[in-house]
Each structure stands twice: as structure tokens, then as C-alpha cells.
T-cell receptor
């Protein structure tokens, strides 16, 4: 079983829709939770990160972590064609002397249609 | 701006060839990483390095080796390329210990024929 599971999609929505992207995980040691966005033919870029449980909002994006259910979500409000990309969840456990080792989900490909 | 560059965007090699993928970062980061990205499998960690001449195996190190002779440069080596190593290879870097944002290069699309 993979440590991090993510629905690969693809997901296609009309412009203005609310998008929900989700990941589940099995490793209780994960404490940092990230969402990376990857445009076609580019490397991933950090979109949002949260520490432990709770919500974090940044403009049209909200990241949600529920550690009791081992479930994280990314919500995109008023989605735009420029949001079309692959979204990758990633997680990290503290205590790694080598620092920042991440475990990624498979990525969800999102298309927002004008 | 942090910049992570990779030596090639596209590379085509023959089975059995020795392949070098180079990664350079300009932000004096201690930690550097090599991933491969495949459909349905996401990013998987091959090797990482937290200091010059230091390296640690990731989740899928078989068939790969790495070299870090200078802080800014991290090389991935395929000793004898095989078709199952056809993939997108991504390099990343970050600073310090604990969690910090990883900055990625644009990737190298390697095809092994």
C-alpha cells in the first residue's frame, strides 16, 4: 500500500467552479502537508503548506488537514483557466536529520474550461 | 529568485549507455534531491544529499548512483541505461534541516531506446 494516495483524475470543470482535490495517507508521523502545482513541461512549485491539523487560506485556495482521518484537501474557489495544471500533495515527517524528505501523491490533472 | 537548472530538457539514449544528468542550484542550499516522475506513480525519490560528498538512498535507488563534489551541483548517473528508466527526472534543492520548501528544476525527459 502506498503511503500517500491521490485520485489521479483527470478532472475537468467549467470556469468558476469550486474544485476539491484530496489525498489520504497512512503514516502517522507526517506533520507537514503541502500542495505543489505543476504546469505542463515545468517543475512543481509550492502552492501551500500547513503544519498539523486545521485550515489555511490564501486567496482562492484553502488547504485543509484532518490528521484524525489522515485526510488532506485543497479547495479552489472561482476556478480559472490559469489553474489548469497537475496538483501534487506531499507530506513530511519531522525528525529527519537529512531534512525535507517528502512523500508525494500521484498528482491530479485539473483542466478548467473557459 | 531561486534557480535550479538541469543540463538537458530532452535526452535520448541507447540501452546500456552510461547517462549523466546534471543539476545546479544557485542558492547555496545544503540539500539536493533527485526524483523520477511517472504517470500513475507520482514523484519518487531516487537519491538525496544533505552535504557535499554525502548521499543517501531514497525509495528507488536501484540502477542509479549520484555524485556531489560541489555544494551547488548534484549529478545523477545511470550506469547502464535500461528501457524501464525512461522517465521524467526532476532535481530539487532546499536549505537546512527539518521542513523547508523544495525548489524544483524544469525536469529532463529521458528516453532509453
Amino acid at each position: 500500500q502506498k503511503e500517500v494516495e491521490q485520485d489521479p483524475g483527470p478532472l475537468s470543470v467549467p470556469e468558476g467552479a469550486i474544485v476539491s482535490l484530496n489525498c489520504t495517507y497512512s503514516n502517522s508521523a507526517f506533520q507537514y502537508f503541502m500542495w505543489y502545482r505543476q504546469y505542463s513541461r515545468k517543475g512543481p512549485e509550492l502552492l501551500m503548506y500547513t503544519y498539523s491539523s486545521g485550515n489555511k487560506e490564501d486567496g482562492r485556495f484553502t488547504a485543509q488537514v484532518d490528521k484524525s482521518s489522515k485526510y488532506i484537501s485543497l479547495f479552489i474557489r472561482d476556478s480559472q483557466p490559469s489553474d489548469s495544471a497537475t496538483y501534487l500533495c506531499a507530506m513530511s515527517a519531522l525528525g529527519e536529520t537529512s531534512g525535507s524528505r517528502l512523500t508525494f501523491g500521484e498528482g491530479t490533472q485539473l483542466t478548467v474550461n473557459p | 529568485d531561486v534557480k535550479v537548472t538541469q543540463s538537458s530538457r530532452y535526452l535520448v539514449k541507447r540501452t546500456g549507455e552510461k547517462v549523466f544528468l546534471e543539476c545546479v542550484q544557485d542558492m547555496d542550499h545544503e540539500n539536493m534531491f533527485w526524483y523520477r516522475q511517472d504517470p500513475g506513480l507520482g514523484l519518487r525519490l531516487i537519491y538525496f544529499s544533505y552535504d557535499v560528498k554525502m548521499k543517501e538512498k531514497g525509495d528507488i535507488p536501484e540502477g542509479y548512483s549520484v555524485s556531489r563534489e560541489k555544494k551547488e551541483r548534484f549529478s545523477l548517473i545511470l550506469e547502464s541505461a535500461s528501457t524501464n528508466q525512461t522517465s521524467m527526472y526532476l532535481c530539487a534543492s532546499t536549505w537546512g534541516q527539518g521542513w523547508n520548501e523544495q525548489f524544483f528544476g524544469p525536469g529532463t525527459r529521458l528516453t532509453v531506446l
